[in-house]
């Protein structure tokens, strides 16, 4: 896969492609169709996501419009209370959240939601964006359902400059008013198959889809180049494994292409020896890593073998929200790889993601850093990684996965 290639389709994939919407599906068949031209059959496989339309979205701050937008699947109605921003969050700060609509820092997560459950809060406003930017862009959020679990709080975003602005004017009392229609959609997973002598399969996988403001060209139409470079890599090299390439769609909606997957291919997974896994590659700044989530002697592996390759990598024991953290937590050795920019260089999930942050020569040897790792596991005699979770791996999935809440 050569820069002028890598950077075609860059721009032909320069669009947002939210899960389950018609630009995500669009994106899935141009991916079919980039494997097609390289002789391979791509099957578009469909799974069921949650959707909605938002027909009314009104945030008013002591009867003032806030441009707001409202969370998605978190049911109709209208909700009227004081407000209350929740700086901290330790007991007694959420102990107020009573009776309140609350305004919380960072995202909402599945514990920040129990909490403000627990706590009695009857509507919540989170903010994003950056104080500093010249925009007012405000990111769709949806309430997903295994954070909310059928008890439903009315809920907006607005924009960070405009959360500053109702904390520092001491804003008293808010107003949401929802009305959406929800209902079941379709997401789509691009399964490729390149078959080897053995049974024994490593399975890649990186996601295609954006979230709403972005063209998800860092994150991560650059992963999903990557695959189709491994993927023509392995085209013209001999290999043991039989390789097996999965286009994720969803990701960003809670690694919902790589979870159905796994369900639905349940009876396969004993086959597969090791997921590699592309979120996020081939910037113009930042640093390599590689994230193993897997025994620790993987960790040593990557390390030797970076310095065997004379390429710089940082290498560690972890989970990564992405797409491999659903195969790790069936007991599946995983790695992802990233190449991670500086904040200050390049950002994610906004409208700034696009084709300027990427170089097409960092892509190709990104890329063939990754194929040549890969070309090492796919032709081992036994895949070296050991194929179990090692303990403090399964504690990181329990946490990441809201099983278990990690120690504050
Ligand atoms: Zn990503």
């Known amino acids: 896969m050569n820069s002028a290639k890598i950077m075609q389709i860059f721009e032909d994939t320069a669009y947002v492609r939210t899960g389950g919407s018609p630009e995500e599906l669009r994106c899935a068949e141009y991916l079919a169709d980039a494997c097609k031209q390289m002789g391979l059959e791509a099957k578009i496989e469909a799974f069921e996501v949650d959707m909605a339309t938002m027909q009314e979205a009104q ?44 305004l919380i820092d960072g995202y909402m997560g599945y514990w920040m939601y129990q909490d403000l459950l627990e706590n009695g809060a009857v509507g919540f406003i989170t903010y994003d964006g950056n104080a500093n930017y010249c925009d007012f862009d405000i990111d769709q959020r949806e309430l997903r359902s295994f954070v909310h679990k059928g008890n439903k709080l009315l809920g907006v975003n607005i924009n960070a400059k405009h ?3 109702l904390v520092n004017k001491g804003s008293a009392t808010a107003k949401i008013v929802l009305k959406q229609e929800e209902y079941k959609g379709q997401s789509h997973n691009v399964v490729v198959d390149i078959p080897g002598e053995s049974q024994d399969t ?6 295609y889809d954006s979230t709403s403001l972005s063209q998800g060209a860092y994150d991560n139409m650059s992963g999903s ?37 796994c369900a639905d291919h349940e009876a396969e997974l004993s086959n597969i020896v090791l997921n590699i896994n592309l979120d996020m590659i081939g910037c113009i700044m930042g640093k390599f890593i590689a994230c193993a989530t897997a025994e620790e002697k993987l960790v040593s592996y990557l390390d030797y073998f970076s310095m065997e390759q004379g390429f710089g990598v ?8 992405s797409d491999s953290t659903p195969f790790a937590d069936k007991g599946i050795p995983a790695v992802s ?15 700034y993601d696009t084709v300027a942050l990427m170089k097409g ?13 890969a070309d090492r596991m796919a032709n081992a005699m036994r895949c070296p990684v050991a194929r179990e979770m090692p303990d403090n791996m399964k504690e990181k999935l329990d946490n990441y996965l809201c099983r278990k809440r990690a120690k504050a």
Request: proline content about 4%; charged content about 20%.
């Open 337 to 351: 790889f990233a190449r991670i920019a500086p904040p200050n260089t390049a950002t994610i999930h906004n409208s």
């Open 163 to 165: 959360a500053i602005d």
């Open 314 to 321: 940082r290498v560690n024991q972890d989970v990564y929200s």
């Open 225 to 261: 180049i990557g695959l189709l470079g491994i993927a023509e890599y392995f085209l013209r090299s001999p290999h043991r494994c039989s390789l097996r390439f999965i286009f994720c769609g969803s990701e960003e909606r809670g690694l919902l292409g790589s979870k159905a997957y």
């Open 59 to 102: 945030l008013l701050c002591d009867g003032e419009a806030v441009p707001c937008k409202g969370y998605l699947c978190a049911g109709s109605g209208e909700v009227e209370a004081p407000l209350y921003y929740l700086r901290n969050t330790d007991k007694y700060s959420l102990s107020l959240c009573r009776g309140k609509i609350v």
């Open 202 to 207: 490593i399975v890649f996988t990186a996601h």
């Open 361 to 373: 020569e960092q892509m190709e040897a990104d890329i063939a850093f990754i194929c040549a790792f």
